[in-house]
């Protein structure tokens, strides 16, 4: 008995030592953002701000050129908003067809949308920036959202993995009742990969929340940046970075990171093992 209390005991120091390892990174960041920004590196061993200061917030939040952090932050909602709709939509009629549905070729667009996931976004974007540069897409959203309902690969092998464990008896019960194909889709999958649907929504607001890359391609006007650019323009190569404002804001967009996960864990958990039906 003794000996067990010990393992737990250590096994729990042992974790939590990891996980302040883990969370250093987080911690040094908040703290810097109450430094001041000339002291940020001299004292970047040191997790006590000394002098204490607040000034990073208030300049952080009055943004650049006119524009406060607050429009920075409503353009990312906005580019969330309608990536969450487009995955959500698009994905899940996709993999319904890939589990569900009989024709001609299947596994072999199955095989083609799986190939698609390997390919890194590096080779297609340049294509892609003609293509929508043609279309006159460009310093919009057009070129960020519209794709999104298109269906994105990694989210429909996961649905297609969580319906597959869906026992087709259901459907048949469905169909003697008289229910086609979209309200089979509608009435009895879409309710039951609800939690692989909420690791799709999760994953797609992680990685649209800090994209760079695609609104740095797509976006020229300062109104209509993202968080992750305007965090961007608080360096300089020119004149001298304001690091405080940087890690300040920072801190704010890292809030409903942290809120989302804390409050939809379980959903990711349960999404990503394709457990299905619970008896």
Partial sequence: MANSKVKYFLYHILVGGFAILLLYPVIWLLVS?????KDIFVTAGSLIPN????VNYPQGWEGFGGYGFGTFIKNTIVFV??????????????????ARLTFVGRGFWFA?????LMLPYEVVMIPQYIIF????WLNSLKPLVVPAFFGHPFFIFLLVQFIRTIPRELDEAATIDGANTFQIFYKV???LIVPALATTAIFTFYWTWDNLLGPVLYLNSPEKYTVSMALNMFLSNETVSNWGAMFAMSMVTLVPVFVIF?????????GISTTGLKG
Avoid: N
């Avoid at 540069?133 to 006159?136: D, N, Q």
């Avoid at 804390?262 to 349960?270: A, D, G, L």
């Fill in 33 to 37: 953002s109450f430094k001041e920004s």
């Fill in 51 to 54: 002098p204490f200061t607040l």
């Fill in 81 to 98: 908003f309608w990536m969450l709709v487009g995955h959500l939509i698009s994905c899940s009629l996709i993999a319904y067809g890939f």
């Fill in 112 to 116: 083609i949308m799986l190939v698609t």
């Fill in 133 to 136: 540069s043609e279309l006159g």
């Fill in 189 to 191: 999958i879409l309710p």
């Fill in 262 to 270: 804390f409050i939809f864990q379980r959903y990711v958990v349960e």
